[in-house]
């Protein structure tokens, strides 16, 4: 069956679909931290065990980033995302049927496998069919889908498992992307220039790849910088609950406004380095610079740990999460303007998985912390990742045009559909 999405409305179908994709990826991964009081007491899981599940969930992400942009180049967008939202889905579903701990480890190390394909097929499928001035907002809407799956979750997922059980809630939102994947198969086509060409694209070779510094720069940047997004991500609704003796129904309501801060953060980011480039300011410069601004204001989040009342609290988280959308959308955006599209997902898997290597590392700080000194030194230590990783991230787009750099004017990499 056939859309009727002509060339230049199907591009703002297939951003909204990635938007929803990418709600689902949230929506799906945030379920387990909202529920964890429950689940802690249904499986006797202590929080060491569930520090180590979040790290079993990152280190699948991690190692799937690689394979998930060579296999998102190999099949074409379209073929690699429906497979990782059906195998992500499925996992999800799984986690509510669990009956212990390691099985629950299990489900969610599998749905770490498949979420990490998202982020590889999202900015391809930028790349094919944005031009460089307005990827930073395509960037910028599809990630505020994880702002809004975070900001959505509480309240659903609360619902779901007071109206039913904490196990409806992982099976009912998985569901969900099967409906997905089939308004994704009737929509998405190839590039318009891909399509013409009729040929395989030119062939990337990972020593390519493994000897470009922007590629390790930009993979350190996020291994820096990521950990402070697990750690409000994966910890925020937890510490409400252990610091200010929040219920399910009291995070439900507060923590929304944290990653609805993110929101104005993804697209409010994506859309200022794209004014500066139509100013003419260069594309790299004009990331760094609005990477450079949201830097400035991560180290805030260091004052709730001077014992802040909830709802400065609150504030603060939401300053951060803001921050940090600016910083993450502008750095996607630099690596999809840097390198031709037949490529670009597999780079930014390689510079991806820096992002899940540094969250798995520190989900064991984290834990170890809360176990003992408590949460102020980690709000300290989070406070300071930014500034780090904006330096990492000038170091790696500074270093000289790639080798590859003529080819990012080709037009699998700027074809606007």
């Known amino acids: 069956m056939e859309s009727s999405f002509t060339p230049s409305r199907r591009r703002w179908a297939i951003l909204a679909l990635l938007f929803f994709s990418t709600v689902l990826n949230y929506v799906d991964r945030q379920t387990l931290s909202i529920l964890a009081n429950h689940i802690q007491i249904d499986l006797n899981m202590s929080v060491v065990d569930y520090a180590r ?12 980033y690689v394979a998930a942009g060579w296999i998102t180049d190999w099949l074409g967008t379209r073929r690699g995302l429906a497979l990782f ?7 999800n579903m799984l986690t509510g049927l669990v009956q212990n701990v390691v099985q629950l480890g299990v489900a969610r190390g599998a749905l770490g496998l498949g979420e990490a394909g998202n982020y590889t097929a999202g900015p391809k499928a930028v790349g094919e069919h944005f031009p460089p001035a307005e990827r930073g907002f395509a960037v910028g809407v599809y990630t505020a889908g994880a702002m809004v799956g975070a900001t959505i979750a509480p309240p659903l997922i609360a619902w779901l498992a007071l109206s039913y059980s904490w196990r409806a809630a992982f099976v009912i939102t998985g569901a969900a992307g099967l409906v997905w994947i089939a308004v994704w198969m009737l929509v998405y086509r190839d590039a318009p220039a891909a399509a013409a060409a009729g040929a395989k694209p030119a062939r990337y070779p990972w020593s390519k790849v493994l000897r470009d ?10 291994l820096v910088a990521d950990p402070v997004w697990y750690f409000y991500l994966f910890w925020l609704p937890k510490y409400m609950a252990d610091q200010y003796g929040f219920g399910l129904v009291q995070v439900a309501q507060l923590a929304w406004m944290v990653y609805l801060a993110a929101d104005f953060g993804s697209i409010g980011g994506g859309v ?17 610079i609005v990477m450079t601004c949201a830097a400035a204001l991560g180290p805030l989040g260091m004052l709730i740990a001077t014992g802040v009342s909830a709802p400065v609290m609150i504030a603060l988280a939401a300053v951060v999460a803001f921050a940090h959308m ?14 031709p599209g037949h ?20 989900t064991q700080v984290v834990g170890d912390l809360v176990s003992t000194t408590g949460y102020k030194p980690l709000f300290i230590m989070m406070g300071c990742l930014h500034p780090i990783a904006c330096a990492l991230a000038w170091w790696g787009l500074s270093g000289g045009r790639p080798q590859h750099h003529a080819e990012t004017t080709t037009p699998a990499a700027t074809t606007v559909s």
Do not use: E
């Open 53 to 64: 599940i979040v790290q079993v969930f990152l280190l699948t992400y991690t190692i799937a």
């Open 85 to 91: 939202v059906g195998w992500w889905s499925m996992a």
């Open 213 to 222: 510094r922007s590629v390790w720069g930009l993979a350190a940047t996020r």
């Open 272 to 288: 200022l380095s794209g004014l500066l480039i139509k100013r003419g300011i260069a594309n790299q410069r004009s990331r760094l």
């Open 326 to 339: 600016m910083f993450q959308v502008n750095l996607t955006s630099a690596a999809v303007d840097r390198y």
């Open 343 to 362: 490529a670009v997902a597999t780079v930014f898997g390689v510079i991806a998985a820096g992002s899940g290597l540094g969250g798995m590392l520190s």
